[in-house]
């Protein structure tokens, strides 16, 4: 998550560390809704693709063949 810059990492934090809705974290970062939709989606991806460039998904992905 630290590889995340803060646009992308505070609404992830506080989408699944907290809980808390992507309307709650549009009226907390003061945005719109489908802004904090869209950059938990590019989060994601981004996520995936670091695990992706360490070998991570491929491990897990072997795991369940």
């Keep these: 998550l630290e590889r995340l810059t803060p ?9 699944y560390r907290e809980d808390r809705t992507a309307e709650w974290i549009a009226h907390h970062l003061e945005t719109t809704k489908d802004a904090i939709q869209k950059r938990l989606q590019r989060a994601r991806i981004q996520l995936a693709e670091c695990l992706e460039h360490r070998g ?9 063949e």
């Design 7 to 15: 646009k992308f990492r505070d609404p992830i934090d506080l989408h």
């Design 56 to 64: 991570v998904l491929t491990k897990l992905a072997n795991l369940h």
